[in-house]
């Protein structure tokens, strides 16, 4: 069983929780770490007016530096998993459709196996996308078998960032009214 980690959704634990390496910018101002990199960076950045502006280029770069490669490679599988397993089940529906029509064993019309095969290739998009949330985003914690905690966690995390840049595009546009 893995531990449980704090969604974003929840007020209380973004304080307590530290973000992830590849977690949007938006996430990070939220959570309270901007006063240590501002201690490291007042003995350097004094002379310099333009001290704030130069924090945010430190930000992406460390937001851009991408996925860490074992949670890549855990996505990268669970994905070949979900995905790969109903992919191969609606292309062999072709072959076993083909073999039943063709030694007489069942007239199956054409239309139940194009149904059959569009379930599948669907089922197979859907397993690509909980592939890719199921898997445990930290490095450290492998995460279950299927992933059902992980995914609940990411799906949280996913929406969390979503709400907050809607609502910072809301505001944006509400103090920012278009002219003209």
């Known amino acids: 069983m893995s531990p449980k980690l704090p969604d974003s959704s ?30 490291a960076k007042s003995p350097t950045a004094v ?5 704030s502006s ?8 460390h937001s851009t530096a991408g996925i860490p490669e074992r949670v890549s490679r855990r996505m990268v599988k669970r994905m070949a998993v979900f995905c ?7 292309m062999s529906t072709f072959v076993v459709s083909y073999l039943v029509i063709a030694n007489d064993l069942y007239a199956v019309p054409t239309y139940a196996v194009l149904l059959v095969s569009l379930g599948f290739f669907g089922l197979g998009v859907v397993g690509l996308s909980y592939g890719a949330l199921s898997a445990s985003w930290d490095e450290d914690i492998p995460g279950s078998r299927l992933g059902f905690a992980e995914f609940a966690t990411n799906w949280g995390r996913m929406t969390g960032t979503w709400q907050a840049q809607r609502k910072a595009a809301r505001e944006a546009a509400r103090n920012n009214p278009k002219r003209g």
């Open 54 to 61: 130069s924090s945010s280029p430190r930000l992406n770069a």
């Open 47 to 51: 002379p310099k007016p333009a001290a």
């Open 84 to 90: 790969g397993l109903p992919t191969f089940l609606g």
């Open 10 to 39: 929840s007020s209380s634990s973004d304080a307590d929780r530290q973000p992830l390496p590849f977690e949007p910018v938006k996430s990070r101002k939220q959570v309270a770490r901007k006063p240590e990199q501002r201690v």
